[in-house]
């Protein structure tokens, strides 16, 4: 029979408790007049299609819609789930909202004679998690990262993404971006530094710009690294499997990589 070890290190999540997270505002450039031009019934397919379009591409990367209205939608990456990247995981939609669109382009306009564009932003940091008052008790996000997200949005040019300094700093190791200048935002006493997108690495890791930075020292999880060592001892007369299983950040990938 195979032995099966269970590390466990998954504290309860509550809503009313702070998470990092980032957040995606994505709308489309011309939508009144793209709708006025189409009319009713055509307006409510190009609806549709733009919602489903952005809902994939944010679902795909581990990120969860919150708000939707017509032309743009809301999305946050750390809730409900906490996520290991959520900056990252948010560029990477933001890039493949674009990336979507400007692929369908053509058969969008030979269908409803419209070529829709989106731009996008996006804001990192510490929210409060609250719950909705809905049916399906959904929990979504209040607080300053909130608030960013929306008042830059309208800075986007067409088929752009946007970001804070907070979410530069988070990814610049795999990003190429270029500095889109200090910005006075609605609310906000200090001036915002913002930047654009301007390519992604699409298969780089926080872990791997870690390894090449150099690792430090490595203390604290002898028990783990005793339970996998003897797993492995085992495994030469039957199978073993680890389970390893902890909040994002708490160093699964570190614990996996000092055991090989």
Not at 27 to 33: F, P
Not at 46 to 73: K, N, P
Not at 192 to 215: C, H, M, Y
Request: hydrophobic residues 45%.
């Amino acid at each position: 029979m195979t032995q099966h070890e269970y590390i466990d290190d998954q504290p309860t999540v509550d809503v009313g408790q702070r998470r990092q997270v980032s957040v995606l505002f994505a709308d489309m450039v011309g939508y009144t007049a793209t709708v006025a031009h189409l009319g009713e019934e055509q307006s409510l397919a190009f609806v549709r299609m733009v919602y489903a379009t952005l809902a994939l591409d944010v679902d795909e990367r581990g990120g969860a819609v919150r708000d939707f209205a017509g032309d743009s939608i809301m999305a946050l990456f750390g809730i409900p789930d906490a996520v290991e990247e959520p900056a990252l995981q948010a560029a990477r939609a933001g890039m493949a909202i674009h990336g979507a669109f400007a692929t369908a382009s053509d058969d969008i306009y030979a269908e409803l004679g419209e070529r829709p564009v989106m731009r996008v932003c996006i804001s990192s940091g510490t929210v409060i998690m609250a719950a909705v008052q809905s049916d399906d008790g959904r929990t979504t996000a209040v607080g300053n990262t909130v608030n960013l997200a929306s008042r830059i949005e309208a800075l986007a040019s067409p088929g752009r993404t946007l970001i804070c300094d907070t979410t530069k700093q988070l990814i610049a190791w795999v990003a190429d971006l270029s500095f889109s200048g200090e910005h006075q935002i609605k609310g906000l006493l200090e001036t915002q530094k913002i930047w654009e997108i301007d390519a992604i690495n699409p298969r780089a890791t926080r872990f791997d710009a870690s390894v090449a930075q150099g690792l430090s020292s490595y203390v604290g999880r002898h028990a783990e690294l005793n339970i996998m060592s003897d797993a492995l001892a085992r495994s030469r007369d039957a199978p073993a499997v680890i389970d390893l299983v902890a909040e994002p950040g708490l160093g699964k990938t570190r614990l996996v990589f000092e055991f090989l």
